[in-house]
């Protein structure tokens, strides 16, 4: 099935730092979406995302919908050791009745070293 | 507010086995969708029940098939397991359809 583009891989960084990781896509999508998965645990959403342009914050965390509905970004600032983890991006489409479902990334493997 | 739950937490089942994942949605979702997530691998749709209908479906076979139930919970049946069915099962309910998911802990199927 298809999966967004996600990079990096995996991130291995010092507690304090900050963290980008960014998704992109071949497709349009309308709703950008970055969840986090603890091991054995299912994915828990962090931002949604819903108009380009858009740059919205939680916290630590800022994600920006890239203008060409095509990409996304997320941004961690000063990473605590809770935040290891993997890193999923999603994108939704809204229209030709295909809202329905969400279109994932690989994820990105966050470690950070106390 | 209860979120989304599912049971059992661990399964393993033989090849040609059939298998039943059970999901309760969030208070006040109407709509359930299904992902099965491989290994290193980002959640794959699998299909959408909308107020007890089938909403959408992936690119997955017809032995994957679902229900909803009145009361929104949702039931993933998969007949003649297949050794690459060995997956983390994920439920997430929302308000309704393209609202936004909220998943559950999942189910790990381990089939041999």
């Known amino acids: 099935g298809q999966q967004l583009n996600q990079s990096p891989q995996s991130m291995f960084i010092q507690e304090g730092e900050d963290v980008s990781m960014n998704c992109t896509s071949s497709?349009?999508?309308?709703?950008w979406l970055w969840y986090k998965q603890d091991p054995g645990e299912g994915p828990v959403l962090l931002i949604a995302?819903?108009?380009?342009?858009e740059l919205t914050s939680n916290g630590r965390l800022t994600a920006q919908f890239g203008i060409t509905r095509k990409d996304s970004f997320l941004n961690i600032s000063a990473s605590i050791p809770s935040d290891v983890g993997i890193y999923f991006c999603?994108?939704?489409?809204?229209?030709?009745?295909?809202?329905?479902?969400?279109?994932f990334g690989k994820g990105t493997l966050l470690t950070v070293n106390p | 507010e209860t979120g989304v739950t599912q049971s059992p937490t661990h399964l393993i089942k033989t090849r040609g086995q059939q298998v039943t994942l059970r999901c309760s949605s969030q208070s006040g979702h109407n709509t359930v969708s299904w992902y099965q997530q491989a290994l290193g691998q980002g959640p794959q749709f699998i299909f959408q029940y909308y107020r007890e209908e089938e909403n959408g479906r992936g690119n997955f076979p017809p032995r994957f098939s679902g229900l909803q139930f009145p009361n929104y919970s949702s039931e993933l049946n998969v007949n003649a397991l297949e050794l690459d069915d060995s997956a983390l099962y994920l439920c997430a309910s929302s308000l309704a359809w393209g609202y936004e998911q909220f998943f559950g802990p999942g189910t790990r199927l381990t089939v041999l």
């Open positions: 497709s349009i999508f309308n709703t």
């Open positions: 995302l819903y108009k380009a342009g």
């Open positions: 999603a994108g939704q489409l809204d229209s030709g009745g295909s809202n329905y479902k969400l279109t």
